[in-house]
């Protein structure tokens, strides 16, 4: 009896298991970034202004990052497969739904659920590297995780965009919900769990262990590189992105999907580079959060300070930029598996994951008031100046994430003393490097 359920699992290898986990976290990142190319669309449908359009996406990811640590939880307890299957039918409902609605309250409700079913899917997808990988593989493959999930806002940016202006919004939303179904059935055949058992037993003490996990100098570290380097490209990609390149920027309909492909593109192309570099230097970790951080900056001042509409060119190089932050918060998720046992990874994963999307809500809520506040009342597209003054909000959680890297990686530093591993200043390893290289 008990040889049938081993030989019935054993054709899960890794690849199997991984490929239905990233298979549905692609199609949850698609269902995430489908309103992104749909916001003319919602907005004529639902009558919304900016700030109405504007809650669509804060409500999906308000619920999104509140779930993170519970699913953190869940995670830990019932592990990947059930969180995988679960989440991706729950997402598959709320397209269902959306497809369906005609009035704003329905919508609202259908984008709740998006962001619920969303919660623990990339969590989960992270756990199953962790359960199956050895350890000197995770950084890389966590990026290759991330540059996957990334092509399914590519599908957004292309097919789903295809397939809205052919077909229309009921066919569009109802088609991803049956990706959304289909996924919640590969993930329930194909995952398999690695150690049920040891979940089970670290199932309870909810408050306690998240205290703990927070008060973590390195988790913490791992939150603020989450929430410091995605806001920008998620601000662009989830939402003002296409109608910013639609009304202010002067760009055809192909151009702006263009635009959007190459932002997922850039995000894709960074992933395995920053894998490698943390992979590669794992005690200056913090300071590729800080560079992307750096370049994020001037890519936004280049682009803002201009009064006039920006050559292409110079948009391409735009989306270039602010694309590669996305792969640079999954450093955080890195610090996360360093710091925590696995008893305690998905509690972990789910604190630091919520940086990200506290910093995504407050950015993408802001941008719709400032351009409310600023443009003609019943405003349904917006001037360039109107994004310029908007756009200019993303300074306060660019400010606020560095302090947060810069504060926890002190006090990260401070426990890595305490156990006798020092890091070196950045100036004495040049310095090193430089005497080693005359030398030679």
Request: glycine share 10%; aromatic share 8%.
């Amino acid at each position: 009896m008990s040889q049938a359920p081993a030989a019935r699992r054993g054709w899960r290898t890794p690849s199997i298991v991984y490929g239905a986990a990233v298979a549905a976290y692609f199609v949850g990142v698609t269902h995430r970034t489908a309103l992104g190319v749909a916001g003319v669309e919602a907005t004529l449908r639902f009558g919304l202004s900016a700030t109405g359009l504007a809650a669509f996406s804060v409500a999906q990811l308000t619920v999104y990052a509140a779930m993170q640590i519970p699913a953190g939880r869940l995670l830990d307890r019932f592990g990947p497969r059930a969180l995988i299957a679960t989440g991706s039918l729950v997402m598959a409902s709320g397209q269902l739904v959306l497809a369906l609605a005609h009035d704003v309250p329905t919508a609202l409700v259908a984008r709740v659920l998006i962001g619920a079913g969303d919660a623990g899917i990339f969590i989960s997808a992270l756990r199953v590297v962790a359960d199956w990988f050895p350890p000197r593989r995770v950084p890389v493959m966590v990026q290759v995780t991330g540059v996957i999930g990334q092509s399914g806002q590519l599908a957004s940016a292309i097919p789903v965009a295809l397939l809205l202006h052919t077909r229309g919004w009921t066919a569009t939303f109802g088609t991803l919900a049956v990706a959304g179904l289909l996924a919640s059935v590969g993930a329930f055949v194909g995952i398999r769990d690695r150690e049920p058992q040891a979940r089970s037993k670290s199932a309870q003490r909810f408050g306690p262990t998240v205290r703990r996990t927070v008060r973590t100098a390195g988790t913490r570290l791992g939150f603020w590189s989450h929430f410091a380097t995605p806001f920008s490209a998620n601000v662009v990609g989830m939402l003002w992105g296409v109608p910013f390149f639609l009304s202010a920027q002067g760009c055809t309909p192909a151009q702006a999907s263009l635009l959007l492909t190459v932002l997922t593109l850039s995000a894709m192309a960074a992933g395995p580079l920053v894998g490698r570099l943390t992979a590669r230097h794992p005690l200056r970790r913090s300071w590729i959060v800080l560079s992307s951080c750096a370049l994020t900056a001037v890519a936004w001042v280049t682009l803002l300070v201009p009064s006039t509409p920006r050559p292409m060119w110079q948009l391409l190089a735009f989306v270039v930029v602010i694309g590669a932050g996305g792969p640079v918060s999954l450093v955080g998720m890195d610090f996360a598996r360093t710091w925590s046992p696995t008893s305690t990874l998905g509690t972990a994963s789910g604190f630091v994951n919520t940086g990200g999307f506290i910093s995504t809500i407050g950015s993408v809520l802001a941008v719709g008031v400032v351009l409310q506040a600023v443009s003609p009342p019943g405003a349904t597209s917006y001037t360039l100046d109107a994004y310029r003054a908007a756009f200019t909000v993303l300074l306060v959680p660019w400010v606020v994430g560095i302090a947060g890297v810069l504060r926890s990686r002190h006090l990260t530093r401070a426990d890595m003393r305490a156990e006798g591993v020092v890091v070196p200043p950045i100036q004495q390893v040049l310095r090193r490097r430089r005497s080693d290289s005359d030398d030679a």
